[in-house]
Every structure is written in C-alpha cells, then in structure tokens.
C-alpha cells in the first residue's frame, strides 16, 4: 500500500454539455502524474462529489485506472446509502488505499449518528477509513475530541481531511496518532509544520508544479522557499473566495493551463463571463500569464 503522505489532488471533474467531459479529464490526469503529485482524492467538495451518479463516479474510476498510477484515495458520501456500499466496492475494484467521508449532512447530526454511520461504513471495507472534516459547507465541524471518542468507542478510523484552517485543530487531530491531510490551500506549510503528512488541494489542479516543488523545498529544509509558494497559492485562493460553487478552480485550470469543461447544472453554475475576465485580471496583477 504504501504512505498516504504528500501532495495529494482534491480531482476537479469537468462536465461538457451536461456529461463528463473525459477528453479533458484525461489529459488532467495525466498532466497531474507527470507534475508529480502523489496520489488523487475523487469525489469530494472539489469533484462535486455527492452530484455524481453511481455511473459517473464509476467512469472517473476506471479513467483513474488506466491513466495514473498514483494512490487513490475514494470519497464516498452520497445521500443514498446504496451508492456508499457501490462507491466503496468501486474503490475497492479500482485500487483505491483508503475511502473518505462527511458525516452525515442536512440533519444536523449528534455523536450517535456520527459513530454509528462510520460504524456501518467500517463493515463494508478492511480499507482504511478517513473522516472529511469541511465544516464550513456541512455546518457539522468534527473536532480532536469528537475523533478521539469515536477511537475510544472502537470505530475503525485511520484519519482526517481537515479542511477548516485552524492549525490548533490540525495540532489536535495529529496529537491522536492518526494521519492528518490538510485540506485548506491558505494553510498547507503550517499544516506540514505541526505534523500533518500532507494536503488534499484543490488548489493542486491549478498549480501541481509549484506545489510538488513547496512540499519538497519542506522537506528539504528550504522553508522560505516553502512559505514564498505557499503565499502565491494563498493569494490565487483568495482572487476565486467570494465565487459560488467551484467552478473558479475550474476556470483557473482553463485559464493557466490547458482547455477545461465546467461544473454540473444545475446544482452549481459556471461562472460568468463577467467574472472569468474579473478572475484572468487579478492573475495578471499578481505575475501570472493566463491563456489567450
């Protein structure tokens, strides 16, 4: 299996005309092995995920399969618990070293809840099971101490995609002995330097390079390098803050790399034209060369 450590890709999965556009989510693939990165996290906020049908979710797979030989770490919410057992036997036909999930949405849960749908998830795979902590879009935020029960309570969990930003929690949730993943791309170096084994970034789509280059310069000591980086990537994450969805990382990818479909409608929108030319301006007063 390997460690689940490094650079991790939260995959954006474009959409043409309604359907998946796997011309360009094949080159996305392969562009992204070749950058370097690590391994691949399918299905969560970045993929829109709980949008994607059993078929879909399958497609990506199978595309992720053959295109990349990278470890895969399968997200496997759905609203439908059906679809969960499907997705987690998907992870498991395609390769996958662990499977993630939200808790439970919508109905605000209580730590019953929580521990009993990780329970029940832990039944259907021998994979390694990490909770996908993003409260600011399920309004649930799973704290050190709520992992920490459910360890005690005997539910199997490996660890933690933190994407809230808070370095104390991250602190807390690496004091647990589990491993930690940041997923918030403003904090990525902090993130490495209280004991996180890495990101799960969105951000990654945008710039695989640079970011394979800042965790190395990490690791190799050069942490002024790391945290010059880490400051262009916070400051391209702040340009796409206040846009709906996240169709802006899918125009980032379009606009700084190479042709890129766009989000599913209509349960999120493709941003305006208006907006795409707001977004290649402040690339350019920042340093950056966007397409023609």
Not at 55 to 74: D, F, G, M, S, Y
Not at 133 to 145: A, K, L, R, Y
Request: aromatic share 10%; hydrophobic share 40%; proline share 5%.
């Amino acid at each position: 299996m390997g460690l689940m450590e490094g650079l991790f890709v939260a995959l954006a999965i474009p959409f043409k005309n309604g359907k998946l556009d796997l011309d360009s989510l094949i080159r996305h693939i392969e562009s992204l092995t070749k950058a370097g990165v690590d391994g691949f996290y399918p299905f969560g906020t970045t993929s829109q995920g709980p949008y994607l049908t059993i078929n879909e979710r399958r497609e990506v797979l199978e595309l992720l399969a053959k295109h990349t030989n990278k470890q895969l770490i399968v997200h496997v919410f759905s609203f439908n618990w059906d679809e969960v057992v499907d997705t987690v036997k998907l992870a498991e036909k395609y390769g996958a070293v662990a499977i993630s999930s939200i808790p439970p949405i919508y109905y605000r849960p209580d730590y019953e809840t929580i521990r009993k749908y990780y329970l029940k998830l832990s039944e259907q795979t021998k994979l390694p099971i990490f909770i996908y902590n993003i409260p600011q879009n399920t309004g649930f935020n799973v704290t050190p101490d709520l992992v920490a029960r459910l360890i005690s309570d005997g539910v199997r969990i490996a660890g933690i995609k933190d994407s809230t930003g808070d370095i104390t929690q991250i602190m807390g949730h690496v004091r647990l002995g589990i491993t930690v993943f940041n997923g918030a791309d403003t904090t990525i170096v902090p993130a490495l330097m209280v004991g996180a084994k890495g990101c799960i970034s969105a951000m990654a789509n945008v710039f695989p390079e640079l970011m394979r280059e800042m965790i190395d310069d990490f690791r190799a000591g050069r942490l002024q390098a790391a945290v010059e980086k880490q400051e262009l990537i916070a400051k391209v994450r702040d340009l796409i803050r206040d846009y709906p969805g996240v169709d802006a990382y899918y125009r980032l990818v379009h606009l700084l790399r190479y042709d890129f479909g766009t989000v599913k409608e209509p349960y999120l929108r493709p941003l305006s034209n208006e907006e795409v030319q707001k977004l290649r301006d402040g690339l350019v007063r920042l340093g950056l060369k966007p397409r023609v």
